[in-house]
């Protein structure tokens, strides 16, 4: 495996189910990130975990819930969803520090709340 | 032809046409920018960066301009192929910002044979 692995590729949930997205990364990068991708929207940032600890948690309800266990997975929790957190949800990683060269994103989870 | 990315979502040009994608950014502080591209059930994947101490980069088949004086970047893609159609999205990283990425709202890229 290379690259950001995301699992799974598509998910339909209902409003009162719990279910996890997990996020894996093998490329030694030391910084990971959930984005939001909706139609006709810009990437919006959810979370942003920098040597395993949470550094940025953009105004995301508590349905959604990230860990980090180490600095090469990343889950994203979700209970009790609503419709409108249908969209494609993507996770990134990085190198942060002197050789910083952007995000290197996985193909993202397909997600959709009935 | 040519796009403005967040004013005209779309563009269409046949193949083995040049394609230039634009995109203004917003904060004269980012003096990183990066060009993505995301094909349909994909994940954005990295095209080309530039930084701000240059204002022309170029890669195979693509050539990224900066114009720092009016907040522009553009994306010059050469003999554009079927395979090219995707969204396009630029990215700015404002110094200081701990390497949070702004993304633009992309444009969809369409080639026709």
């Known amino acids: 495996e290379t690259g950001v692995t995301q699992t799974p590729r598509h998910l339909v949930m209902g409003m009162t189910n719990k279910k996890s997205l997990k996020c894996e990364q093998h490329?030694?990068?030391?910084?990971m990130y959930w984005y939001k991708q909706s139609a006709k929207k810009p990437l919006e940032l959810m979370f942003v975990y920098s040597l395993e600890e949470r550094v940025e948690n953009n105004s995301v309800p508590s349905r959604f819930s990230p860990e980090c266990p180490n600095s090469s997975h990343l889950f994203l929790h979700l209970h009790t969803l609503q419709p409108e957190d249908s969209a494609l949800y993507l996770c990134?990683?990085?190198?942060?520090?002197?050789?910083?060269?952007?995000?290197?994103f996985g193909s993202g989870t397909r997600l959709t709340v009935v | 032809g040519e796009s403005v990315g967040l004013h005209l979502p779309t563009l269409s040009v046949q193949e083995g046409d040049n394609s230039i994608i634009n995109c203004a950014y917003s904060n004269s502080a980012s003096d990183y920018f990066i060009w993505y591209k995301q094909e349909s059930g994909k994940g954005p994947q990295f095209i080309i960066d530039?930084?701000?101490?240059?204002d022309k980069r170029q890669g195979q088949r693509v050539t990224v301009l900066l114009n720092k004086t009016v907040k522009h970047l553009s994306l010059q893609i050469a003999a554009t192929q079927p395979g090219d159609s995707a969204v396009y999205f630029c990215a700015e990283e404002k110094s200081g910002s701990n390497y949070k990425l702004t993304f633009g709202k992309g444009t969809l890229l369409t080639v026709n044979p």
């Open positions: 490329l030694g990068h030391n910084a």
């Open positions: 530039i930084r701000s101490n240059m």
């Open positions: 990134a990683s990085s190198q942060v520090g002197h050789h910083f060269y952007g995000y290197t």
